[in-house]
């Protein structure tokens, strides 16, 4: 038995040294998530997402009108109070005791802040739906913001 014969018993063949080799690069390759790779895995995602997202405006489609009538209804609520408000705040300014209707504008305007995220979430499921991801979070923080404070008394 010649040494090479040696070798290659205790060893492994050459099949076995190289299926070796490469089982222990891929796993050193594996190791390592290049800034590369990240934007590729990062953009699937993305594309999964908007996939997602069209699938599941196709899926729901009969509901349209209702979610148009709700989106609709809230958003004329926002407008509403942010007008009203203005109007009271203006019109308070001419009034000799503007006190009340300055205040009553103020709880009203914040109110109206108050459905901010709101408005913003249906905004956005109409006008950027592929973006919704960077939106839903900066909405559902505004959500979380305290109704404004009705002080009773003058």
Do not use: C
């Not at 069209?54 to 926002?78: C, D, K, P």
């Amino acid at each position: 038995m010649g040494m090479g014969a040696f070798f290659g018993k205790m060893f492994g063949t050459d099949a076995a040294i190289t299926t070796t080799v490469t089982a222990v690069r891929d796993g050193l390759d594996a190791l390592v998530y290049t800034p590369e790779e990240k934007a590729v895995d990062a953009a699937k995602d993305r594309a999964a997402a908007r996939e997602m997202v069209v699938g599941w405006m196709q899926a729901t489609s009969g509901q349209n009108i209702a979610r148009r009538w709700l989106s609709l209804m809230i958003t004329g609520v926002w407008l509403a109070q942010y007008v009203v408000a203005q109007v009271m705040a203006i019109s308070g300014i001419f009034l000799e005791d503007s006190k009340r209707v300055l205040k009553a504008a103020d709880i009203m305007a914040g109110y109206a802040e108050q459905m901010n995220g709101a408005v913003m979430l249906i905004l956005a499921f109409y006008f950027a739906a592929p973006h919704m991801d960077k939106i839903v979070g900066v909405a559902m923080e505004r959500f979380g913001k305290k109704s404004p404070k009705v002080e009773s008394g003058e």
